[in-house]
């Protein structure tokens, strides 16, 4: 057990009968090569790609939590504006590049299964990787047209 944390991507991919065929999105979903006879592509209505994961990065859990849900931690579905991951970039950078600066802008939280708190490598490889991850996905996603994101925790 332990404090797992996710960053979804949820695209709106539903097709309605007033959209041009240009316009629509083919959507088919493959087992083994074969079709899936119980997904009907024309009921699909998102998208949704895991498209980074944490474990016991609790300094970037307290930040989503605090920043983007109202501080209300009960492992629910936390909505992520763009311009939050942009923020939460620059933070890690600014901690990554000026250490004394951790307890202020990205504090550690504890919690049962939450890891540790100390401002240790561990810490600091949690920043690295969340600049890795943030950067890659707000390139690959220049605005948020068809596309938001979430954050989950489970513990």
Known sequence: MGLDMYLYKKTYVQNWDYMKP???????VKFAGETRKDIKPERIGYIIEQVAYWRKANQIHKWFVD???????ECQEI???REELQTLLELCQTVIESPDKAADL??????????STDY???????LKDTVAMLTGIL???????GASF??????
Do not use: M
Not at 22 to 28: D, G, K, W
Not at 150 to 155: D, G, P
């Open 150 to 155: 979430y954050y989950q925790a489970s513990w």
């Open 79 to 81: 909505y992520v504006c």
């Open 139 to 145: 390139k690959e996603h220049p605005n948020e047209t």
């Open 120 to 126: 240790d490598d561990s810490y600091f490889t949690d």
């Open 106 to 115: 990205l504090p550690s939280e504890g919690g049962f299964f939450f890891g």
């Open 67 to 73: 920043t983007c849900g109202k501080g209300i931690d």
């Open 22 to 28: 240009e316009q629509r999105h083919e959507i088919t």
